[in-house]
């Protein structure tokens, strides 16, 4: 146990509908992630918010929009998703952003996109 | 753009055996992570690395930094089956860590 969760842990959805992640963290960090890990490639950061003020935002399609209302939870919510985007999606808590900061991922959740 | 690059991609070592997977950078890092993938699992931080040619040790693993800080190592001696998994390395470049493609690790009993 790591002190970051997500939920759901397994989800499955079509590509009209309309649905949301949610990570928590309970380690007292300032900064969170979301992560895309896909099969035979590397760990893809999506977003980054740091003191609930996203910092990073790597060219993501706006079918996934995150929201962070305060510095324990962060939500990735998504819309008309195509199957391509079926993947583990990663949550992560880290002190701060950058430098020496380990990050401290959840269990993720794995999405099917159908 | 920025990439970290990680050989070989996956590794079949018998028990016993040692191994060492290895992570480049197309630019320099401010400093390096490695982090442990287990098989549905999430990645878990293993270690740092921040000096140049810096040397840190962890019982059976050795990671190292290289002298241009542009790429580093991990060594595990005599493999056991619990260090089956996916090894990632992660650099550290401005504000961002960028995430190498990883190592799968198995280890034949």
């Known amino acids: 146990e790591t002190g970051v969760t997500q939920t759901p842990r397994h989800l499955v959805m079509g590509m009209t509908n309309k649905k949301s992640l949610k990570c928590e963290q309970h380690?007292?960090?300032?900064?969170m992630y979301w992560y895309k890990q896909s099969a035979k490639k590397p760990l893809e950061l999506m977003f980054v918010y740091n003191f609930k003020e996203q910092t990073e935002n790597n060219s993501v399609p706006s079918r996934f929009s995150p929201e962070c209302p305060n510095s324990s939870h962060l939500f990735l919510h998504l819309h008309t998703l195509q199957p391509e985007d079926s993947a583990l999606y990663l949550c992560?808590?880290?002190?701060?952003?950058?430098?020496?900061?380990?990050?401290?991922f959840g269990p993720g959740t794995r999405l099917t996109v159908t | 753009g920025q990439q970290v690059m990680q050989i070989p991609q996956y590794q079949h070592v018998q028990e016993g055996e040692d191994f060492t997977t290895y992570c480049n950078s197309s630019t320099t890092l401010s400093n390096i992570q490695w982090y442990k993938q287990r098989p549905g699992g999430h990645p878990v931080f293993l270690i740092q690395l921040v000096k140049s040619g810096e040397v840190k040790k962890q019982k059976r693993l050795t990671f190292q930094f290289g002298e241009a800080k542009k790429n580093s190592s991990l060594h595990i001696t005599a493999t056991q089956t619990t260090d089956v998994g996916t090894y990632f390395c992660?650099?550290?470049?401005?504000?961002?860590?960028?995430f190498g493609t990883g190592t799968s690790l198995t280890v034949i009993p």
């Open positions: 992660a650099g550290l470049t401005g504000n961002q860590f960028y």
């Open positions: 380690l007292g960090h300032n900064a």
């Open positions: 992560a808590s880290s002190q701060e952003t950058g430098t020496t900061y380990e990050q401290y």
